[in-house]
């Protein structure tokens, strides 16, 4: 039933688990950031501190199961369980069970102001749509169950040697979804967010309201009206869309007419923000008044920690990209100056990288990577993954969740949270 493990002074348990309670417990252990091993240690401690055992467990099917507990633990256990008359199967999945109820899932945080994230390029075709999508799929996705993860905690110091797609030093591990209400806005009025998801773009007419309509003052009704679900149940109710309307190619005229148009969109978006702990608008690739207004959106707000919300600039590794940055870059800071606002930039994604490309794609890499400020969150290999996903008009970590852009996708969501 067991063996000793002398290099850690652990000994090496071998019993048997039902296959949903283990699941509860890798779950659940994650959740609270602490090794299995240290869960089932508490876990038994509980149990034999107990007058008397509790109600039995359903074990049938139980499957093999080991880990490490301090050493004469299971000894103790076993008597423990002798003395009641429990199998041991029985006394570990009690306590177990004991552990998980003493341990309750940790209770999202809610801030006071959703984050706002502002996924922007002057530059089309970069792939802020498909950042946009995975991001807040990867925002949404279910905090009970665990999905694999690229993990980074300062992704641009570990990109010295440019790797690919197939070369990425990082490991992958299981995590919890961050299960965060997420809203998508749908900015550009190419509608390719809607389009990519499946969903109805809203029709430019003199009756139905949209987006433009009420950042002008022209609507009447509830944008809130205008919203809707992505339905996946691993995003559970928490993935919502604001579609997109071909009358934003209009918004910028439209917006010299109006008062403070700077705060446009924060006034149209308003009534929405409690329902989100996340919005995510997806721009036009403009430099134009409807810009200034997502960047304006973007600002540190005075109560507001630094880094929560801003600007998150989607780029490729080619030379284009790199002009089309420095004119975005330099509107932010002519708002920012000339508005006297706090704007903090969430990164640099380096989108569609392939080092199969050879000099041009690996020396522009090492360029954005050299940029430190702001620098570079995440390195998303041109795979088919996300191309198959738009055919089908499905969301990235729906048609492929254990993917490498899906992975990627999960490593951006927690590297900026």
């Known amino acids: 039933m067991s063996s000793q493990d002398t290099a850690n002074d652990r000994e090496k348990i071998v019993s048997k688990l039902p296959t949903w309670l283990r699941q509860d417990l890798k779950v659940r252990a994650a959740q609270h950031g602490i090794e299995i091993q240290t869960a089932v240690e508490q876990g038994i401690d509980a149990w034999n501190a107990l007058a008397s055992a509790p109600g039995n467990i359903d074990t049938s099917g139980a499957a ?8 004469g633990q299971w000894d103790t256990f076993r008597q423990t369980a002798a003395d009641r008359q429990t199998s041991l199967i029985q006394g570990l999945a009690q306590s177990v069970q004991l552990w998980l109820e003493k341990n309750p899932a940790p209770t999202m945080q809610r801030t006071k102001h959703p984050r706002r994230r502002i996924v922007c390029n002057q530059k089309g075709g970069v792939g802020k749509t498909a950042v946009t999508a995975g991001l807040g799929a990867a925002l949404a996705e279910d905090h009970d169950a665990l999905h694999p993860v690229r993990i980074s905690k300062h992704l ?33 009025p190419q509608r390719h967010l809607t389009k990519q998801l499946g969903q109805d773009e809203i029709p430019m007419d003199g009756e139905t309201e949209s987006l433009s309509k009420h950042m002008t003052g022209q609507a009447k009704g509830s944008l809130r009206d205008l919203v809707v679900t992505i339905t996946d149940e691993r995003y559970g109710d928490r993935l919502d869309l604001l579609p997109g309307c071909q009358d934003g190619f209009l918004l910028d005229v439209a917006l010299s007419q109006v008062r403070f148009r700077e705060a446009a969109l924060e006034r149209a978006l308003a009534p929405l923000e409690p329902f989100y702990d996340e919005i995510i608008v997806d721009c036009p690739p403009s430099l134009g008044l409807s810009m200034d207004t997502a960047i304006y959106y973007g600002r540190r707000r005075e109560d507001e920690p630094p880094g929560n919300s801003g600007p998150l600039i989607v780029v490729q590794a080619e030379d284009s ?53 702001p620098r570079v969150v995440a390195v998303i290999g041109d795979l088919t993954d996300q191309r198959k996903a738009v055919r089908l008009k499905q969301p990235l970590l729906s048609f492929a969740p254990r993917g490498e852009q899906s992975v990627t996708m999960r490593a951006l969501a927690r590297e900026i949270s």
């Open 64 to 71: 093999s199961f080991s880990t490490f507990l301090p050493e």
């Open 156 to 188: 641009a110091a570990q990109l010295t040697d440019t790797p690919g797609p197939d070369d990425n030093p990082l490991e992958v591990e299981d995590l919890p979804g961050l299960g965060r209400r997420v809203l998508l806005v749908d900015f550009d």
């Open 321 to 373: 990209s790199a002009d089309a940055y420095d004119l975005l870059v330099t509107q932010i800071e002519d708002l920012r100056d000339d508005m006297g606002i706090e704007i903090d930039y969430l990164g640099i994604v380096v989108n569609l990288y392939d080092p199969r490309r050879g000099f041009i794609a690996t020396s522009s890499l090492e360029a954005w990577v050299a940029i430190k400020d």
